[in-house]
């Protein structure tokens, strides 16, 4: 029986690619004097951005980190709540189901990035990245949520738009449900247990 929806944020909740991308690919121009195209930037999307500037072999990693975060609200005119979304979310919220959050923002990114759009309110918990020491694709994160939502793993769907979300809810052993609005393909998630083409296809698994 289905007790918890838990969600990720970028590319599921928020449509944040851009401005994401965009403003890495300045700070890396401003730190490196490399040009990275968005393509080579796109694994970053779904992980920690200690991690994504780890990858990317960045020297001084926590000023580059803070330095990414301010210039990411420098984009925010990018960002949006997908369409429908919030009205699903609304409604998810007057089920008798838990509404919880796992994502690879810090507790800072959340409450600079997330918290604007007033959708927190319908959300019992919030697992950051500031939370765990392990990140997704580790289950940590989502195990932490479910914990305190107090819902077994079999009871819980997690809805993500990226592999790294996926593996994360494999591993938890809670059902994944990809969100296609975000991700865009569905190659890769061949065993997803759901594909949702639009948020209000979400409802369907609600009675």
Same mark, same amino acid.
């Given at each position: 029986?289905?007790?918890?929806?838990?969600?990720?944020?970028?590319?599921?909740?928020?449509?944040?690619?851009?401005?994401?991308?965009?403003?890495?690919?300045?700070?890396?121009?401003?730190?490196?004097?490399?040009?990275?195209?968005?393509?080579?930037?796109?694994?970053?999307?779904?992980?920690?951005?200690?991690?994504?500037?780890?990858?990317?072999?960045?020297?001084?990693?926590?000023?580059?980190?803070?330095?990414?975060?301010?210039?990411?609200?420098?984009?925010?005119?990018?960002?949006?709540?997908?369409?429908?979304?919030?009205?699903?979310?609304?409604?998810?919220?007057?089920?008798?189901?838990?509404?919880?959050?796992?994502?690879?923002?810090?507790?800072?990114?959340?409450?600079?990035?997330?918290?604007?759009?007033?959708?927190?309110?319908?959300?019992?918990?919030?697992?950051?990245?500031?939370?765990? #020491? =392990?990140?997704?694709?580790?289950?940590?994160? !989502?195990?932490?949520?479910?914990?305190?939502?107090? %819902?077994?793993? @079999? /009871? *819980?769907?997690?809805?993500?738009?990226?592999?790294?979300?996926?593996?994360? #809810? =494999?591993?938890?052993?809670?059902?994944?449900? !990809?969100?296609?609005?975000?991700?865009?393909?569905? %190659?890769?998630? @061949? /065993? *997803?247990?759901?594909?949702?083409?639009?948020?209000?296809?979400?409802?369907?698994?609600?009675?």
């Amino acid at each position: 029986m289905l007790k918890a929806i838990i969600f990720d944020v970028d590319g599921t909740i928020l449509d944040t690619e851009k401005a994401i991308l965009q403003s890495l690919q300045r700070t890396l121009r401003e730190e490196t004097k490399i040009d990275y195209p968005f393509e080579t930037l796109r694994f970053a999307l779904g992980i920690p951005g200690k991690d994504a500037l780890q990858r990317l072999n960045v020297d001084d990693i926590e000023a580059v980190h803070q330095k990414w975060s301010a210039a990411v609200l420098d984009f925010s005119h990018e960002v949006a709540v997908f369409e429908s979304l919030e009205e699903v979310i609304q409604h998810l919220a007057a089920k008798p189901l838990q509404l919880g959050i796992v994502t690879s923002k810090t507790a800072q990114e959340v409450v600079d990035e997330f918290e604007p759009f007033g959708l927190s309110e319908y959300f019992h918990h919030i697992v950051s990245a500031s939370d765990t #020491a =392990k990140h997704k694709p580790h289950p940590e994160p !989502l195990l932490k949520c479910l914990d305190a939502l107090q %819902i077994a793993p @079999e /009871e *819980a769907i997690y809805i993500g738009d990226s592999i790294y979300d996926f593996q994360c #809810a =494999k591993q938890a052993g809670t059902k994944f449900a !990809l969100a296609h609005w975000g991700a865009k393909s569905t %190659i890769g998630f @061949e /065993e *997803a247990d759901y594909v949702f083409y639009e948020p209000k296809d979400i409802l369907t698994i609600v009675k």
